[in-house]
């Protein structure tokens, strides 16, 4: 039998859960200035792009608010504003970036739906290719990714508005 890694695979299974881990990644990963180590993509106003760390997909980013809240109504005019255009360069990074055939993105709101994070709410945005579902994550429990996150990071920034580093 042919073995597959999937080396990121233990580092999600072994990862404690956010209360257990000293708080809210995402509140502690906008705080830090090691946007290359938390693999930050864009900083806006009231809302950012993080990459997941463990992605459904190549180049599956986060967004989320600065301000944690559960509830998209919790937020203020502004800050739906500004998290919906984040959601839109997010998806126009991905585009110019990896040429992706289609996109999902959405929310997990509560636990019951699946938040690995309910206290703070962030959209997920996945692209998506033709022929990129295969039989390994029904069978084999593993999603094969081909680029590293570092290299995917770099690539990913190369087609962030150079406004949005500053």
């Given at each position: ?71 998209l109504t919790d ?49 997920h945005i996945v ?32 087609f962030t508005p ?5």
């Amino acid at each position: 039998m042919d073995s597959l890694h999937a080396y990121w695979r233990m580092a999600y299974i072994e990862a404690p859960k956010a209360d257990r881990e000293g708080g809210n990644p995402f509140t502690r990963i906008p705080a830090s200035e090691d946007d290359r180590g938390n693999y930050m993509v864009w900083r806006g106003e009231h809302s950012f792009l993080v990459m997941n760390k463990f992605p459904y997909n190549a180049g599956h980013l986060l967004v989320a608010p600065y301000r944690e809240v559960p509830q998209l109504t919790d937020l203020s005019a502004a800050e739906r504003a500004d998290l919906m255009e984040t959601i839109v360069l997010g998806q126009q990074i991905l585009t110019d970036a990896l040429h992706p055939d289609g996109f999902n993105v959405g929310f997990n709101f509560g636990d019951a739906a699946g938040a690995g994070i309910p206290q703070h709410l962030h959209c997920h945005i996945v692209p998506r290719w033709n022929g990129d579902t295969n039989f390994m994550p029904v069978l084999g429990n593993t999603k094969v990714l081909p680029e590293s996150m570092d290299a995917m990071w770099e690539r990913l920034r190369e087609f962030t508005p150079a406004h949005a580093n500053s």
